[in-house]
């Protein structure tokens, strides 16, 4: 579907003709299409808000869904929007310039969320959580404001093993990222199509595509994150076991309740003999 370079939407001109590079766009897009029909992400004629950073993940979301709309494979309305939030040294002129001349309908509203952080933040501590918060609080403003049913994120595969690894390991729960979800309020979707795409394939489609990607490092170098020490260590068992993050990501979708210890998930206490057996010891 992607080898036709007569018809192709701008964001995907000018893409590497190798046969490796069709095969990496072919694999993303094979994820997304799955991600959105497994998990139920569509709803006809709805509109989408796609949260762009300027980071290659959240550049590989959009051309994938842009394409698939242009292709007349998914049937919702895009609005790309970007929070600029006030870092120093951020490139305020790069995505506008980027989106219009790719004819992408966008929205770029600023809101200096960077002064609030550093200010509630002690020093020597990270600023990751609190910016998080903030700028979701803003796109599901503007959301609404916008008239759009869901915000869709780029976070993919090795976000969500990280994300549970670190509730593992720090929060003493089993539990990440759903790729959907409802937010508190309960009138938005949150939607993660790259849920089943690695984020190195994201990286070699953003750098393939020369995409101008603005690195999210413009409030400091926080070293020692938990989520980088999670990130080194699932790297270290990548290289010591090839296809090992894949086969964890699988085990997320192939949950046991009744081999867990969550007596709300499993009726441990109304277990009793001759009832139908519930597995292997």
Same mark, same amino acid.
């Given at each position: 579907?992607?080898?036709?370079?007569?018809?192709?939407?701008?964001?995907?001109?000018?893409? /590497?003709?190798?046969? +490796?590079?069709?095969?990496?766009?072919?694999?993303?897009?094979?994820?997304?299409?799955? $991600?959105?029909?497994?998990?139920?992400?569509?709803?006809? =004629?709805?509109?989408?808000?796609?949260?762009?950073? *300027?980071?290659?993940?959240?550049?590989?979301?959009? !051309?994938?869904?842009?394409? &698939?709309?242009?292709?007349?494979?998914?049937?919702?309305?895009?609005?790309?929007?970007?929070?600029?939030? =006030?870092?120093?040294? @951020? /490139?305020?002129?790069?995505?506008?310039? @980027?989106?219009?001349?790719?004819?992408?309908?966008?929205?770029?509203? %600023?809101?200096?969320?960077?002064?609030?952080?550093?200010?509630?933040?002690?020093? *020597?501590?990270?600023?990751?959580?609190?910016?998080?918060?903030?700028?979701? *609080?803003?796109? %599901?403003?503007?959301?609404?404001?916008? *008239?759009?049913? !869901?915000?869709?994120?780029?976070?993919?595969?090795?976000?969500?093993? +990280?994300? @549970?690894? &670190?509730? &593992?390991?720090?929060?003493?729960?089993?539990?990440?990222?759903? /790729?959907?979800?409802?937010?508190?309020?309960?009138?938005?979707?949150? %939607?993660?199509?790259?849920?089943?795409? !690695?984020?190195?394939?994201?990286?070699?489609?953003?750098?393939?595509?020369? %995409?101008?990607?603005? /690195?999210?490092?413009?409030?400091?170098?926080?070293? =020692?994150?938990?989520?980088?020490?999670?990130?080194?260590?699932?790297? +270290?068992?990548?290289?010591?076991?090839?296809?090992?993050?894949?086969?964890?990501?699988?085990?997320?979708?192939?949950?046991?309740?009744?081999?867990?210890?969550?007596?709300?998930?499993?009726?441990? $206490?109304? &277990?009793?003999?001759?009832?139908?057996?519930? =597995?292997?010891?």
């Amino acid at each position: 579907m992607f080898d036709n370079t007569d018809d192709i939407h701008p964001l995907l001109a000018g893409a /590497p003709s190798t046969t +490796e590079f069709k095969k990496l766009r072919k694999r993303i897009v094979r994820g997304v299409r799955e $991600a959105i029909e497994q998990y139920g992400m569509v709803e006809r =004629g709805a509109k989408w808000l796609v949260a762009l950073s *300027g980071g290659k993940d959240s550049y590989t979301l959009l !051309a994938v869904l842009t394409e &698939l709309k242009w292709r007349g494979l998914l049937p919702v309305d895009l609005l790309a929007v970007n929070l600029d939030q =006030g870092q120093p040294g @951020f /490139p305020a002129t790069v995505l506008p310039a @980027f989106l219009e001349k790719m004819g992408v309908p966008h929205r770029i509203e %600023y809101q200096d969320t960077y002064s609030i952080v550093t200010d509630k933040v002690p020093q *020597g501590r990270t600023y990751c959580a609190l910016c998080s918060r903030l700028r979701r *609080g803003h796109l %599901y403003r503007i959301a609404r404001e916008e *008239g759009c049913s !869901a915000l869709v994120l780029g976070h993919h595969r090795d976000d969500i093993l +990280e994300t @549970f690894f &670190l509730n &593992l390991f720090h929060g003493s729960r089993l539990a990440t990222m759903p /790729p959907k979800l409802v937010n508190e309020e309960g009138d938005l979707f949150v %939607y993660r199509p790259l849920a089943h795409v !690695a984020e190195e394939d994201c990286a070699r489609f953003a750098a393939a595509m020369n %995409y101008p990607i603005i /690195p999210c490092d413009l409030c400091g170098s926080q070293d =020692g994150l938990q989520r980088q020490q999670i990130k080194a260590m699932l790297d +270290e068992w990548e290289r010591r076991s090839p296809g090992r993050r894949q086969k964890m990501f699988k085990a997320l979708s192939n949950t046991r309740p009744s081999h867990l210890l969550d007596p709300a998930l499993f009726d441990f $206490a109304g &277990l009793a003999r001759g009832a139908p057996a519930s =597995g292997d010891e």
